[in-house]
């Protein structure tokens, strides 16, 4: 009887053993400020990790924007985000966490109001100083009068004797000075109009350091004020975390980023954490096909179209957080997730409002919240 309590016993506890799951360690993160406007917010900290999350939620639980961020060297991050559109006076839920996986340092930070210029007064008027009139008038000085009665006088006879003074030096003529003659204003050339900058023609190839990416030219735009849109073509330095930038500006012009080509990624072994920006429309086919550090994806709120495999064999892949709400099951190509990606966790954040219908589009590749 107590060998087969003992039994009993020992399978239970390996059982237990069995089913309690051991967790990878993730980083600690610490948040030491956060500033937020009505277009961007500014989140700063320290961690061990190599790379942070930073997701903005509303009051009604909804996630307004999800984008990784590098940790430099010193393990201090300054974590961007330029793209967003908050309500001033409003306070959002900011949270960063390591972009593996652990757990959300949350904070809450209020919209800051745009402060209206007090202006600058008119000034009410120059016054003449207090007591300081206007003549009314320029009068005779009083007592100064015409003298009456002014004659020749008496005896003013020719005086005897008066001879030529000695000596008497005779002045030299008096130089009458030459007007000075005023200046004559040369006037200034005028300036040559700057030519304008000639637009890149559909087609051209682009370069950002900033984004180390290379863009192809879909529409031109101008110095002007017409802004032109890009194809993110390929990145140009291998990185870990890559943003797809909603807006660039080259050489004065800007440009919106409206897709991701084919196989804009492919093969990249390096990048963990991509974030696609709110202008894609359209992710090509194989863009990051054989991505196999890939971890978490960020889908812009205007994509309509995936292609073929765009992440397949992306088997590291493991959070997608889907920001648009316009994806229909026609406009997404065949083999796009990873294989046996439910098996091995993947996990969709989708917008509330989209839950029932994408539940439907992404249930059978893994969880959907």
């Given amino acids: 009887m ?52 930073v997701r903005i939620k509303d009051a009604s639980n909804y996630i307004i924007a999800l984008q990784s961020f590098a940790v430099a060297t010193d393990g201090t991050f300054s974590a961007s985000l330029d793209d967003v559109s908050l309500t001033e006076g409003a306070t ?44 009314t008038g320029t009068e005779n000085p009083t007592g100064t009068e ?10 003013t006879g020719t005086p005897s004797n008066t001879g030529t003074p000695a000596n008497t030096v005779t ?40 984004y180390h990416a290379k863009f192809t030219v879909k529409e031109s735009g101008d110095t002007e004020g017409t802004v032109g849109t890009l194809e ?23 440009y919106k980023i409206t897709s991701i080509a084919p196989g804009a990624f492919k093969g990249n072994t390096k990048v963990t954490s991509i974030t696609i920006g709110n202008y894609v429309t359209t ?9 196999t550090k890939l971890t978490s994806v960020t889908i812009g709120k205007r994509v309509t179209k995936i292609g073929d495999k765009a ?10 957080t889907v920001l648009t709400t316009k994806l229909k099951a026609e406009n997404i190509g065949k083999n796009v997730w990873p ?16 839950l029932k219908s994408y539940k439907k589009l992404f249930g059978s590749y893994g969880t959907v919240s």
């Avoid at 390996?14 to 961007?40: D, F, G, Q, R, Y």
């Avoid at 402060?115 to 003449?128: L, V």
């Avoid at 015409?146 to 005896?155: D, Q």
């Fill in 232 to 254: 993110y073509t390929a990145p140009t330095k291998k990185l870990k975390s890559y943003t797809v930038p909603s807006k660039i500006t080259i050489d004065g012009i800007t």
């Fill in 92 to 135: 959002y839920t900011v949270s960063v966490a390591d972009y593996e996986g652990g757990a959300w340092e949350s904070t809450s930070a209020t919209v800051e109001k745009a402060e209206e210029p007090t202006g600058t007064e008119e000034p009410t008027g120059t016054e003449n100083p207090t007591g300081t009139e206007n003549p």
């Fill in 2 to 53: 107590k060998k087969t309590l003992l039994s009993v016993l020992l399978t239970l506890g390996l059982i237990l053993l069995i089913s309690v799951p051991v967790s990878a360690k993730n980083e600690s993160v610490t948040v030491s400020s956060c500033t937020l406007t009505a277009t961007s917010a500014v989140v700063e900290g320290s961690t061990d990790a190599s790379a942070v999350m």
């Fill in 339 to 354: 294989k046996n990606s439910k098996k091995n966790g993947l996990a969709f954040s989708v917008p509330a409002k989209k």
């Fill in 283 to 291: 992710i090509g086919k194989k863009a990051f096909y054989g991505c």
């Fill in 171 to 210: 002045p030299a003529p008096t130089t009458t000075p030459e007007p000075t003659p005023t200046p004559t204003a040369t006037p200034e050339p005028t300036p040559t109009p700057t030519e304008a900058v000639k637009a890149p023609e559909a087609g051209t190839t682009l370069k950002s350091s900033k």
């Fill in 311 to 320: 992440f397949y064999k992306a088997k590291s892949l493991k959070n997608v």
């Fill in 146 to 155: 015409t003298p009456t009665n002014t004659g020749t006088p008496s005896n």
